[in-house]
């Protein structure tokens, strides 16, 4: 069944998004929707619309899942809900802290209006948050730990940009390598945020603005940045384009559990991304569940989801049988 997929947005992420659905044969772009002009849009996409946001409701019955690539920080929390009302959507929410109350939010809305929604799908929250559930279920006697980076956070980096006086910023989030290494070496530190992780940020600042002010609201962020040791470097618009314009990521999460009668024997359960461009991952986990979502409305179910509740054969492109015969 093809899906025919909507854009709400078009950044980076969005931009993703439209080259996993061109690697996707069962997948087709028809419209992206932005806040912009739209004559200032120029997608790659040569046979999709590119339309004002306030006409994407006119498309409801010609789309079958709008995938939402405004950030977490603004965009989300209100589009989502208010999308759901309209289409089966999917969203990449990645404010760990706000998940349950963003949930809640999406899950009435969706439910009202008869549609499925998935919220925070991606790496992290997404396959990482898969892989954590996994590790715990087969070992319940252990300890897990989530490191992130060395890399370009977007949600970190789009909390930046939106402080006002704040012209372009990129936020690298990295792990502490002490901690890492411990970690490994199966010894079950007890670890706080800060003692896991660094957050470097680099700042391009409007003309006149404070930077005394900007480094004060960036450091002391709630959900963001205030539970971390943050440096924050003010730098040239050049700079930036020259030293920082990828958007690399990647991390662990890495289990370290017991099983035996007494315990005796040690397991380290260890699943890693090295990613060339966070954006585009990301857009691919976003896209396969924009197949789940479509495949599960078809089965008349509605409401909210996450990667928790959607088994496996939902987000790939082959059949039951091909899985069976190739993958399992």
């Not at 977490?72 to 802290?97: C, G, I, M, R, W």
Request: proline share 4%; charged share 25%.
């Amino acid at each position: 069944m093809s899906t025919k997929i909507g854009i709400l947005g078009y950044g980076n992420l969005a931009r993703g998004v439209e080259c996993a659905v061109r690697q996707n044969p069962d997948m087709e772009l028809v419209a992206v929707f932005t806040r912009r002009d739209k004559e200032t849009v120029s997608i790659l996409t040569k046979e999709a619309a590119v339309c004002p946001l306030s006409e994407a409701k006119e498309w409801k019955e010609r789309i079958d899942v709008m995938i939402l690539c405004g950030g977490s920080a603004t965009d989300l929390p209100a589009q989502t809900p208010e999308y759901a009302k309209y289409f089966h959507v999917v969203d990449s929410f990645d404010t760990h802290a706000r998940i349950p109350e963003h949930f809640a939010n999406v899950d009435l809305s969706a439910k009202e209006g008869g549609h499925v929604a998935i919220i925070s799908a991606g790496w992290d929250p997404g396959m990482f948050s898969l892989n954590r559930l996994y590790a715990e279920a087969i070992l319940p006697q252990g300890k897990d730990y989530t490191f992130w980076g060395r890399g370009v956070s977007q949600g970190h980096s789009d909390a930046v940009r939106r402080i006002p006086g704040v012209k372009d910023a990129k936020q690298y989030t990295i792990p502490v390598e002490e901690a890492l290494r411990a970690v490994r070496a199966g010894e079950n530190p007890e670890l706080t945020v800060r003692q896991k992780h660094t957050r470097e940020c680099f700042v391009v600042l409007k003309e006149d603005a404070d930077a005394k002010r900007v480094e004060e609201e960036i450091k002391t962020m709630p959900n963001y940045f205030a539970d971390y040791d943050t440096k924050v470097h003010f730098i040239s618009e050049e700079e930036l384009i020259a030293n920082h314009s990828g958007i690399p990521h990647g991390g662990f999460v890495i289990r370290s559990g017991v099983t035996g009668w007494e315990k005796e024997n040690k397991h380290v359960i260890e699943y890693q991304l090295k990613l060339d461009s966070n954006p585009e991952f990301t857009a691919s986990v976003l896209v396969a569940c924009a197949r789940a979502a479509h495949r599960l409305a078809a089965e008349g179910a509605t409401g909210c989801r996450t990667l928790f509740d959607i088994a496996p054969a939902y987000l790939s492109a082959k059949s039951g049988e091909e899985l069976r015969a190739g993958l399992l």
